[in-house]
């Protein structure tokens, strides 16, 4: 999904149901219905591999991490291996 707004499209969440499904097609996919628009991509902290595959891409920066609230027990939200990226933490 994408959520454009001031210049810039937020990506997120990024899921997939289909583990064969390569998730930098979604990405490319979402890129080309953007046009130019600037995407903004929030990975979590527990997506290390999907932080890695988002280094690689030319284009994107990393910039300083947000933080992320949970009210009651963190009971490991957004582990699942099917969630590469948030919106942004209020949310995701």
Do not use: Y
Not at 48 to 76: H, K, N, Q, Y
């Amino acid at each position: 999904m994408g959520q454009p707004g001031h210049g810039v499209v937020t990506v997120g969440p990024w899921f997939r149901t289909d583990e064969s499904v390569d998730p930098l097609d979604l990405l490319q996919a979402l890129a080309d219905g953007c046009g130019n628009q600037k995407l903004r991509v929030g990975v979590l902290e527990c997506r290390t591999s999907t932080a890695e595959i988002m280094r690689r891409l030319p284009g994107f920066t990393e910039t300083e991490p947000c933080i992320r609230m949970v009210l009651g027990a963190d009971i490991g939200l957004g582990t699942g291996s099917q969630l590469l990226a948030i919106g942004s933490p209020a949310k995701g």
